[in-house]
C-alpha cells in the first residue's frame, strides 16, 4: 500500500537566522520596528544575504514542484535575473511561511491567492514567449532595456 502523504513535499526549513529574526519582528510593536525585514530584498543587510537567497531558492523550488502543473506556472530557472520576480518572490515565500504560523485558515487560503496572482503577474511581466524561453535556460536581455536607456539620459 503506497503511503498517501508522500505527494506533498515538506516546506524548507528557516535557517536558524532567519527564524530568530522573525521571531524577534514578530514581536515588534508598530511604534518600535528595528530589525531588517528579510522579505525586503532591496534592503537586506549582507549578514542575512546568504541566508535569505539560499532559503529563498529551495522555496522556489518547492512552489515550483507542488504548484506548477501547467507550463504557465512554472518559475523559470533564470528568476534571480529577473529583479521583478525575485522580489515578488521573497514576499511570497516569506508570506508562506507567516501564513502558516496563524492560528486559522484564512491567512494561508489568502496566500494561495496571493500565489495565483504572482503567476499571473510573471506571465504578464515575462511574456509568454519570454517565460517560454527562460524555463527553457533560454534567458535574453531585457525586452525594455533600450526603453529604460532612454529614461536614464
Known amino acids: 500500500m503506497s503511503d ?27 511604534d518600535d520596528l528595528r530589525h531588517p525585514r528579510p522579505w525586503d530584498l532591496a534592503s537586506l543587510p549582507d549578514e542575512l544575504h546568504a541566508s535569505v537567497w539560499g532559503w529563498l531558492a529551495q522555496a522556489v523550488a518547492w512552489i515550483n514542484e507542488c504548484y506548477a502543473w501547467q507550463p504557465e506556472t512554472v518559475i523559470p530557472p533564470c528568476w534571480r535575473e529577473h529583479p521583478h520576480l ?3 518572490l521573497a514576499v511570497l515565500a516569506f508570506g508562506r511561511e507567516i501564513a502558516h504560523r496563524s492560528s486559522g485558515t484564512q491567512e494561508p487560503a489568502q496566500w494561495h491567492q496571493d500565489l495565483h496572482d504572482f503567476h499571473s503577474r510573471m506571465a504578464a511581466a515575462l511574456g509568454a514567449i519570454g517565460l517560454q524561453e527562460c524555463q527553457r535556460g533560454i534567458h535574453g536581455e531585457r525586452p525594455a532595456r533600450y526603453e529604460l536607456e532612454r529614461y536614464a539620459s
Open 4 to 30: 498517501s502523504h508522500t505527494s506533498v513535499p515538506r516546506w524548507p526549513a528557516l535557517p536558524p537566522t532567519l527564524r530568530d529574526l522573525l521571531g524577534k519582528i514578530e514581536a515588534e510593536t508598530e
Open 86 to 88: 525575485a522580489l515578488e
